[in-house]
């Protein structure tokens, strides 16, 4: 095999375009730096690459998804659960599923936009309740990157001065849609806090992006660049500095390092051609996503760093979290058979419940939000959540199957739209237990050892989704609802969600001032390897129950601004 070493010197090899790459390749492209970005997929724009437009019913699939679109056929995103030849492990008896993208700008073309701030409680998780760390560095510390993210990207929502839910620069949130009325008046009745949502999604035009014209349709990718993705917000500036090369197809195999145990750059396999090659570089910012970014640490291994990169404590890949998940839908006579009338929005919901728990005495740590689906979106492959299973729930239609003819056709015209669902998002606790590690047997198809995970649930977490099945069940009865499925039983771990299914993975290359404790210093800054910086979900201490994309981002700009004054002050 060839390997060719590139002439240039850069000054940053970014590895990933994601929230975190992309971020950092924005700021230190418009602060001076040559920087060169390495993406493992292939170059993509919504605009010309995007479904956005199209129906569901120009597909004989209508819609449905497959093993490469998991979330529907005309999902924004190139990745899956599994992606062939790149396979993963996991200790037996074991789960954990592991989301990934391969294209421009990852699952940013894709992803919820539910974009919340981590509260002041979500840093000093230990003080508060002695279990996990705290960070080494507060709210007011990434506060200001917050602003700047709000005002970079936009970014929709209430000033609503909720505990625990820093507000932020927002613009006018859309109106709640009827069902979402509905939720608000069974959470008064409950007592439950319902706030306007926080989506990165533009209701006016906003630094030269159009407003949203509430397609719907966010998860395919936004045509328009109405809502916040790298490719869409964060590269195109970062390009037209003429100071950032993109490389895609470009699979980071490690870091190269010299006699210092400094990097020097990134070798990588060209998914065109199977050679390897090596990009030269000053700094070394990583933001492949919180895993492969370990993996990238723990396969570059030197006389210098012979437990990996930045290893030298022992816990890269160590502390792996989720945020625990469980749904519940119920069926709402009051949305049967209602007027046609417009219900469009933005793609996600227009509220949502944040966590009410704060001084409730309870048998389980930390908290979770409640995220509301339901609505009249563009119907498509098992729309009105498969007909067979709700329209034997009422007494005047025919029972125990989907019915055909006119009936049928009936049924969907009254039962669209008169489901409504909750989906839990909790907080997992940091623990050293729950890791990711290299699998000493497995290679994938570039020759690049892969990861094997081994992570578990505690009682915390099943307490907690517990909780969370009891709340939203409750949540239905008085929105005067019918349950859909049954409370999962204990046996069944209450109905939570596999480890990593939720996709907020975060904490394998955790911050921390002492470097035996932890890889990365309060600036997400190597402690054994000065010009290497991590900017993903990985330097995460805590998970809190906050989606996790608007900290990376926050975190992403706060440590480039920390790699433009090292370079100014000659530290790197
Ligand atoms: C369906 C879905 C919905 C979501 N909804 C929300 C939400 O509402 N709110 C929220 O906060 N978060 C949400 N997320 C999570 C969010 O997408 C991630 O937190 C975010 O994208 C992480 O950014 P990242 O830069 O770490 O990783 P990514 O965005 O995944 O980017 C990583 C990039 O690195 C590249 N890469 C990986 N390995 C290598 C390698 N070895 N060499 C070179 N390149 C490599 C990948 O191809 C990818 O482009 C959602 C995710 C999914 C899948
Ligand atoms: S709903 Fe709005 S932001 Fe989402 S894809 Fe449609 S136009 Fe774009």
Redesign the pocket.
């Known amino acids: 095999m060839r390997h060719i070493i590139s002439p240039n010197v850069y000054d940053v090899a970014v590895?990933?375009?994601?929230?975190?790459?992309g971020m950092a390749a924005y700021v230190l492209a418009e602060a001076g730096a040559n920087v060169v970005m390495?993406?493992?997929?292939p170059m993509w724009d919504a605009a010309t690459d995007g479904d956005m437009f199209t129906w569901n019913y120009t597909s004989p699939r209508r819609g449905a998804s497959s093993k490469e679109r998991p979330?529907g056929e005309f999902d924004g995103?190139i990745g899956g659960w599994e992606i062939e030849g790149e396979p993963y492990t996991h200790a037996p008896g074991t789960e954990w599923d592991w989301?990934r993208?391969?294209?421009l700008?990852?699952?940013?073309n894709?992803?919820?936009?539910?974009?919340l701030r981590f509260g002041p409680d979500d840093f000093r998780g230990y003080s508060l309740d002695g279990l996990g760390d705290d960070w080494p560095i507060g709210y007011e510390d990434v506060a200001p990157w917050y602003d700047k993210v709000d005002q970079l990207v936009g970014i929709f929502g209430n000033r609503d001065g909720y505990y625990n839910e820093p507000d932020g620069d927002f613009l006018l949130p859309p109106a709640p849609r009827l069902h979402e009325l509905l939720v608000m008046q069974g959470a008064a009745k409950m007592g439950l806090p319902v706030l306007a949502n926080r989506l990165s999604i533009l209701t006016k035009a906003h630094n030269g992006r159009p407003a949203c014209h509430f397609c719907g349709q966010c998860?395919r990718g936004c045509a328009t660049g109405s809502n916040f993705s790298s490719p869409s917000v964060l590269l195109p500036p970062a390009l037209s500095t003429g100071r950032l090369t993109i490389v895609d197809n470009?699979?980071?195999r490690e870091v190269t390092t010299d006699r210092e145990g400094l990097a020097t750059g990134v070798s990588?396999v060209n998914r065109n051609d199977m050679q390897e090659y090596t990009v030269r570089a000053r700094t070394v910012v990583l933001?492949?996503?919180?895993c492969?970014t370990a993996r990238?640490l723990l396969n570059s291994t030197s006389p210098q760093h012979p437990a990996g990169l930045a290893n030298s404590s022992g816990v890269v890949g160590r502390y792996l979290m989720d945020s625990t998940g469980a749904s519940v839908a119920g069926i709402f006579p009051q949305l049967v058979g209602r007027t046609p009338h417009n219900e469009d929005g933005v793609g996600g919901a227009h509220i949502y419940i944040p966590w009410f728990g704060y001084d409730q005495k309870r048998d389980f740590a930390r908290g979770y939000h409640l995220e509301i689906w339901g609505g009249r979106q563009q119907p498509g492959y098992g729309f009105v959540d498969g007909i067979h299973t709700v329209n034997n729930l009422f007494e005047d239609r025919p029972r125990g199957g989907g019915g055909y003819g006119m009936q049928l056709k009936q049924d969907y015209r009254d039962l669209y739209g008169s489901v409504v669902g909750f989906s839990a998002r909790g907080e997992m606790v940091a623990r050293y237990d729950n890791y990711c590690e290299i699998d000493p047997d497995v290679v994938d198809k570039y020759g690049i050892p892969v990861l094997r995970f081994d992570v578990r649930w505690s009682d915390e977490e099943y307490l907690q989704i517990k909780h969370a099945q009891e709340a939203s069940r409750n949540l239905v009865e008085a929105m005067g609802g019918e349950i859909l499925t049954p409370m999962p039983s204990k046996e069944e771990g209450y109905g939570i969600s596999a480890p990593g299914e939720i996709?907020?993975e975060v904490g394998t290359v955790r911050m921390g001032d002492d470097p035996a404790k932890a890889p990365l210093n309060a600036w997400c800054q190597a402690h054994d390897a000065r010009n290497v910086f991590v900017t993903?979900?990985a330097p995460f201490v805590s998970q809190a129950h906050k989606?996790?994309?608007?900290t990376?981002l926050a975190m992403a700009w706060r440590t480039a601004d920390h790699i433009v004054e090292l370079r100014n002050a000659g530290a790197l």
């Open positions: 590895v990933g375009s994601g929230a975190g790459g390495l993406e493992a997929g979330f995103c989301f993208a391969r294209m700008g990852g699952r940013t894709h992803w919820g936009r539910i974009s998860g470009a699979m980071a990588y933001a492949a996503s919180a492969e990238l996709i907020h993903d979900g989606n996790t994309t608007w990376i």
